[in-house]
């Protein structure tokens, strides 16, 4: 009996620990370069009016984010993206983000004050995450290229470099 015991537990130790390393694999991480796929289209509404439709941007590189305003980690990579957008939105750039928040016309008029967020915020349909595969996480952060295949998924926040980097190589700067 201590022997069935004995190997039960490290084997529930080892299983924990594989498991354990996956997921912080998964998560934290380089980037799930995808398989081409083309990204799902939507016809969402606009935070500030009017509808976007991801189709619109064909032709242009377009970084779509997955966050929230009560997000820690979501909230710190926003001065990126502005940073990015500005530097980048004349040769190609596109940023999206789609809010996730539960009252999005009390949390993101002051947060897109707060940021200057120079991008359009885009309202959860409640069916867009799971279009692009279930987002398990925020933020999550697809990277499409111009002809509207995806090339890169993030889970977690990036650093301001990893984004830049891809943009100039779809960019071809």
Not at 81 to 102: P, W
Request: net charge positive; charged share 25%; proline share 5%.
């Amino acid at each position: 009996m201590k022997t069935f015991l004995k190997l039960t537990t490290a084997g529930v130790i080892i299983f924990i620990a594989i498991f354990s390393a996956a997921c912080d694999k998964k998560l934290t991480g380089k980037a799930q370069a995808m398989e081409l796929k083309t990204a799902p289209d939507f016809n969402l509404k606009k935070f500030d009016g009017g509808r976007a439709k991801l189709s619109d941007y064909r032709g242009k590189v377009v970084i779509l984010d997955f966050w929230a305003t009560w997000c820690t980690p979501c909230r710190k990579g926003i001065p990126d993206f502005v940073e990015l957008q500005k530097k980048y939105g004349e040769k190609g750039l596109a940023i999206l983000g789609i809010s996730l928040d539960q009252n999005p016309a009390q949390a993101l008029p002051p947060f897109i004050k707060q940021y200057k967020v120079n991008y359009p915020f885009l309202l959860t349909d409640g069916k867009i995450d799971r279009a692009y595969g279930g987002v398990t996480g925020i933020p999550t952060t697809f990277v499409i290229d111009q002809s509207g295949q995806i090339y890169k998924r993030y889970v977690g926040l990036r650093p301001h470099s990893v984004f830049e980097k891809d943009i100039k190589t779809l960019l071809g700067l």
